[in-house]
């Protein structure tokens, strides 16, 4: 059975239970969770002038991480991220590979002025660490039936997509894992 | 087009930065597009050659030459492809100059991940409509073809049910007749009236193809995969798919490609020529030939088993002087076809002229029917086409004589033109020919003429 390494990156993130957020993923995925308790370091892809962290830099980074024998490793960060061109960033992972990157940064009601929600954040991440370990198993986005592999330029998104694969994309799940 | 797939749209980055072009490039492959970058307008230009771009994303500063010049260079061979300007330095003016010089639209970066989606999100609709837009006039010309199958004889009325009767099915359609018979435009009839209809028909002349070539243009073939091949090029069977392969003159096909074709016929997935990955087949099989295939496999030189495997449902065309009652028919519909597109007010064959017609062999069946009355109104200019306007060998065969004909021929010969024109009505022609129907039966009897089955 494939093992993923749950990473904090940078500190851990608020009103998150980790713990919770790995049993969760193994009850969708055929894969077994290690939590790390300590986050990594990971100030070298901040970005000063945009007071962001580049993803594309901290993914490198995971893969250079020697401490753990788990196939796949999922960071979680509470800071924000980006990638050249684009102004922010979800998450973001290597296609059909080892490492995957999500931040909590967007995902807090409170980003967006509204009263903090903790249910509604433990689905967000829920579904982002789903989405992000999709394409470290070769998922692309779905464009088809309703699916956590669904593309999300909006928070909205994420609310309105399922916490699960469809069955297209949960066939290729099941195939590789 | 009813499903789109992304990996058949290629979109190519082109920036000097390498962070810029990967994250993109990451960002874009995550949605399943297929990706090209270029650091710089030369490569971007070398890519093009290379690939067939659907979509390119421009920075507009770059060392050399920059965005809007290279821009302006692609224009010049490529008006098709979709522009989008990204860039770190945005003013006004350059927005401007690039929309006006045909850019599909234009932002700035940092941009933000629903713009960037939204943006090739409507630049991806417009090739789907670009495509389907092809699609559909490519119908349009197939409903055309279609139209032109012309055609009251009895003969042709069989043709016409076994189209209706094989069409739905998806079995594959062998096509037997003279050249110029319209093997190709049945071929299309069975097409267009089958579930397959929105999807193309490729047709193969095998014939007109080098053995040599026929291996890639069916199969496609890999960049590399031989010299010369310097870009990944669909095959027909490639090209064909959820639609249907027409080959026409499959009688001329070389034994190595009789095998290849049987093998994708059995095992329904193919190889690109220098490709490891299969691809699925998924095309139904049209087949003509004006060749005696039995024969053709007795002498070796058609693969029995691949004649099995094709000859499932036949179709056999009538020549054009074996069904003479469509001569006027046809010729009508020929005179109208060409006058209205040469604009000429042709619109009368003259009696003598339809007897002349009437009268000659046609070897070359429907197509030099066809050819024969294209000139005639090319040269036409009284409005009605007389035997001055028809070339010259058909005045060489007069209605029931032939030079080299014995009154017996004649004879024979008028009597089944009469008996088809007539529908086989015994009464009828036996009037029209002016004698009594025992007389009748026994000439039928003595030439040995058959009423078409």
Redesign the interface.
């Known amino acids: 059975m494939t093992e993923i390494r749950l990473i904090p990156l940078g500190a851990h993130p608020r009103d998150i239970a980790l713990d919770t957020l790995c049993a969760r993923l193994e009850r969708v995925i055929p894969v077994r969770l290690q939590l790390q308790h300590i986050p990594i370091d990971i100030d070298f892809a901040l970005d000063p002038s945009r007071k962001q962290y580049h993803s594309t830099e901290i993914l490198a980074a995971l893969l250079e991480q020697n401490s753990t024998t788990a196939q796949k490793l999922l960071g979680i960060t509470p800071y924000d991220l980006f990638v050249p061109v684009l102004t922010f960033v979800f998450g973001q992972a290597q296609l059909n590979n080892r490492a995957g990157v999500f931040s909590t940064f967007r995902l807090h009601n409170e980003f967006y002025g509204l009263p903090p929600a903790r249910d509604i954040l433990a689905d967000r991440c829920f579904k982002e660490a789903l989405h992000e370990l999709g394409h470290t198993f070769g998922l692309r986005h779905c464009t088809g039936l309703p699916c956590v592999m669904n593309s999300s330029t909006y928070v909205e998104d994420i609310d309105l997509k399922p916490a699960d694969f469809c069955l297209h994309c949960h066939e290729h799940l099941h195939s590789v894992c | 087009m009813t499903a789109f797939d992304?990996s058949e749209v290629t979109i190519m980055i082109v920036d000097d930065?390498q962070?810029?072009r990967?994250?993109?490039e990451?960002?874009f492959?995550?949605?399943?597009y297929t990706m090209v970058t270029a650091e710089n307008a030369a490569e971007a230009l070398k890519q093009m050659q290379e690939h067939q771009i659907d979509i390119i994303l421009l920075d507009i500063k770059m060392p050399g030459m920059d965005g809007l010049a290279l821009q302006d260079r692609i224009r010049e061979f490529n008006q098709e492809v979709i522009i989008i300007i990204?860039t770190a330095f945005a003013t006004v003016d350059t927005a401007v100059r690039a929309l006006k010089a045909g850019a599909f639209d234009y932002t700035t970066?940092?941009?933000?991940?629903?713009e960037?989606?939204l943006l090739v999100r409507n630049a991806v609709e417009r090739i789907r409509l670009q495509r389907e837009n092809v699609a559909l006039r490519e119908s349009i010309d197939h409903l055309q073809f279609v139209d032109n199958i012309v055609g009251e004889s009895p003969q042709m009325q069989k043709v016409f049910e076994l189209v209706k009767t094989v069409a739905p099915t998806d079995s594959t359609v062998l096509i037997l007749g003279e050249s110029g018979t319209g093997k190709e435009l049945i071929a299309r009839a069975v097409h267009m009236n089958s579930k397959r209809k929105y999807f193309p028909i490729i047709p193969v002349n095998c014939g007109a193809i080098p053995e040599s070539l026929l291996e890639s243009e069916l199969f496609g073939h890999e960049k590399g995969a031989f010299t010369g091949a310097q870009y990944r090029r669909k095959g027909k069977f490639e090209m064909a798919r959820g639609g249907t392969l027409f080959l026409d003159e499959i009688g001329t096909l070389g034994l190595k490609s009789q095998v290849d074709l049987l093998r994708v016929l059995e095992d329904r997935e193919f190889h690109r020529v220098g490709g490891e990955r299969p691809v699925k087949a998924d095309f139904r099989l049209i087949c003509a030939t004006n060749l005696n295939l039995e024969d053709a496999v007795k002498k070796g030189l058609f693969r029995e088993d691949l004649y099995y495997r094709i000859n499932v449902f036949t179709i056999t065309l009538p020549p054009l002087r074996e069904r003479t009652a469509d001569i006027p028919l046809l010729a009508k519909h020929f005179l109208h076809q060409h006058a209205t597109s040469m604009n000429k007010h042709v619109d009368e064959i003259t009696e003598e002229a339809m007897n002349m017609l009437l009268s000659y062999e046609w070897p070359g069946n429907v197509r030099e029917l066809e050819n024969a009355i294209e000139r005639a109104v090319v040269i036409n200019r009284s409005g009605k086409i007389s035997p001055d306007d028809l070339p010259l060998q058909m005045s060489g065969t007069p209605v029931t004589s032939g030079k080299n004909l014995s009154l017996a021929d004649v004879e024979r010969r008028h009597i089944q033109s009469m008996l088809e024109e007539n529908n086989w009505n015994i009464s009828r022609t036996a009037d029209l020919l002016n004698i009594d129907r025992v007389t009748l039966y026994n000439k039928i009897e003595k030439y040995g003429l058959k009423r078409p089955e």
């Open positions: 992304p930065e962070s810029v990967e994250s993109l990451a960002w492959e995550d949605d399943g990204i970066k940092p941009v933000d991940p629903d960037l989606s």
